[in-house]
């Protein structure tokens, strides 16, 4: 976590993810696709941006060019100020993402049948950062630019040499306490309900 790939630290490359995420609309959101077909949205070298899947666990076939890294998260977390319009400093921001992700246990990641392991390790909280929504965006919130703060266990994995692969991870939750309420107890793409279930991806680099 405490670690720099391709000249940004790790939290900047989470927020990068979230900016990343909610700049695609619905329906053709890579988060909300059974095949795979969408993997490629708005993918940039040198890192491109995996997601979970949602209500479900499902196979998405990917293939992904030669020298990028590959960043995903196990469960992740993240509070705004769109979403939580009573929140008003980047302190109470820091500790609503925390307190959603305190909620989340690491299961596994692995790729081609090999465990990464230590995953608890790899928890990273963002600076706060801005990210743009745009029309018939994944929030249903009107298009704006806010800010906000995210909190997740996060892999990272470096430029894989050509050839296939099969990558698959998996968060879970605790049991969530009473105390959590408004935006954090619903399924939505800001929190991990609802996203605790194994996403497969068959890789192709070439």
Do not use: M
């Not at 266990?153 to 309420?181: A, C, M, Q, R, S």
């Amino acid at each position: 976590p405490d670690s720099s790939a391709f000249n940004l630290t790790y939290p900047q490359w989470t927020a990068k993810w979230w900016q990343w995420a909610y700049s695609i609309p619905q329906n053709i959101h890579p988060a909300y696709d059974e095949t795979g077909k969408f993997c490629k949205e708005d993918q940039k070298a040198p890192v491109w941006f995996f997601p979970g899947t949602y209500q479900h666990s499902l196979i998405r076939y990917c293939e992904i060019p030669y020298g990028v890294g590959i960043l995903f998260p196990i469960l992740n977390s993240e509070c705004s100020y769109a979403e939580f319009p009573s929140i008003e400093t980047k302190e109470q921001l820091s500790i609503c993402a925390k307190k959603i992700q305190d909620t989340t246990v690491p299961e596994f990641a692995i790729l081609n049948g090999v465990k990464i392991p230590n995953l608890e390790n790899y928890r990273i909280q963002s600076d706060i950062f801005n990210f743009t929504l745009p029309a018939k965006n994944i929030l249903d919130l009107p298009p704006q630019t806010t800010q906000a703060v995210s909190d997740g266990i996060w892999v990272f994995l470096k430029p894989l040499y050509p050839g296939d692969y099969e990558l698959k991870f998996k968060g879970n939750l605790k049991t969530i306490n009473n105390e959590t309420n408004g935006s954090t107890d619903k399924d939505e793409f800001a929190g991990p309900i609802g996203w605790n279930y194994t996403t497969t991806y068959i890789l192709t680099i070439k």
